[in-house]
């Protein structure tokens, strides 16, 4: 099973490529992370933000592998917890489907990609910027793998 993390921005700061490594060495082979990264494009005076939001919101769609279930990051999205979260990767698992998961870029994700999302989940009803939450996803996958495996990493 491959897990795609599809992100809008590039040119991550140093501790967000740190964070995420450390994590990612930290899975099994049989979960098998990648990040694919969508340029951000450019926002000049008085940009046309909905324009731009289904832009990259295309290209996002164009980089999501085929047959992989399409899982985007919204505000609006449900809330799970870590467990919720440990049952579904579980599921993943189980059904050997390839998920891609989607950060949209800072102005968020278009209707157009929300729509063919098979599942819409909110991290927090707070806001975190966009290099923080790649780390956020990777370790709940990691925590959520450590759950299913009793291995000693969460401790709730």
Not at 16 to 37: G, H, M, S, W
Not at 38 to 50: A, S
Request: with cysteine; charged share 20%.
């Amino acid at each position: 099973m491959h897990i795609h993390l599809i992100a809008v921005g590039q040119k991550m700061p140093a501790w967000v490529d740190q964070a995420c490594a450390d994590f990612l060495k930290r899975l099994p082979r049989e979960l098998q992370l990648n990040t694919i990264e969508v340029p951000l494009l450019k926002r000049g005076k008085n940009p046309d933000i909905q324009r731009i939001v289904r832009d990259e919101s295309r290209k996002v769609l164009d980089a999501i592998p085929t047959g992989c279930s399409l899982v985007a990051l919204d505000v609006k999205g449900s809330r799970i917890s870590t467990e919720k979260l440990a049952t579904t990767l579980d599921n993943w698992m189980q059904q050997g489907q390839d998920i891609a998961i989607v950060i949209g870029g800072p102005d968020g994700l278009s209707n157009e990609l929300l729509q063919q999302a098979d599942q819409t989940v909110s991290l927090s009803d707070m806001t975190f910027p966009h290099p923080l939450v790649r780390i956020i996803i990777v370790e709940q996958l990691y925590r959520a793998w450590s759950i299913l495996n009793n291995h000693p990493y969460h401790r709730a």
